[in-house]
């Protein structure tokens, strides 16, 4: 079989949030829990490129859904489109996630005894574009007005990124040395980063590095 590529990846996803729209998912009826949604349509993603392409899938060392692709999946509710990650470091915050994402949006519906789900989105976020936007855009202002290193430090330390000052400090340093790419998640601080995809999936493809398809 041949190996999946990215461009293969987008292809697939636009095919199966058609099929996954026209199906009764009854296992899923009165089903809440977007974890359990969630995990259910990864795992039926992968089983459908898994019939067509040679993929290495999961990696629970790694954390991400297709390795083979350093891509993660994550689906979402059209209501409140956001998900959770593994937090690494500081750093992630500011230079992405280190991996591309694959975001799948759907709108929920049940009735006694059928469930839709209505994929309305499908975003692909390249691994230089998963930084938060507010962060990134900010620090790139400040890096363009002649910032030092003692306003990279005040800056991160008011937006209480984690860290200590030994971590504050050699983030400043690689900043002034290499200006973050502007980030377009939002990434909120927690024990695991918790995304906001609402900025993301309506940039209707007018960013390098995301790329956005509707099925409406």
Known sequence: MKKMNIQDMKAEAKEFGKIMSSENHKMLIGVNDGKKIGTY???????????????EVGNSAFGIDLPSVETDIKSTSIVKPQSSCPFRNAKQKIYGLGYNLLIFVYDKTD????????????????????????????????????????DIIGYLTDKNLPGDEIVYSDLADEIL???????????TNANQWRLSYGRVIKLDNAVSGVWNYGWN
């Open 177 to 187: 040395c290499h200006t973050p790419e502007q980030g377009y998640l939002t990434v």
């Open 41 to 55: 349509i990864e795992h039926r993603f992968q089983e459908f490129v898994s019939r067509k392409y040679e993929i």
């Open 111 to 150: 009735t006694t005894a059928t469930c839709t789900l209505d994929f309305k989105y499908c975003t692909f976020v390249e691994a230089t574009r998963t930084a938060d936007f507010t962060t990134t855009k900010r620090l790139r202002e400040m890096i363009d007005d002649g910032a030092n290193k003692e």
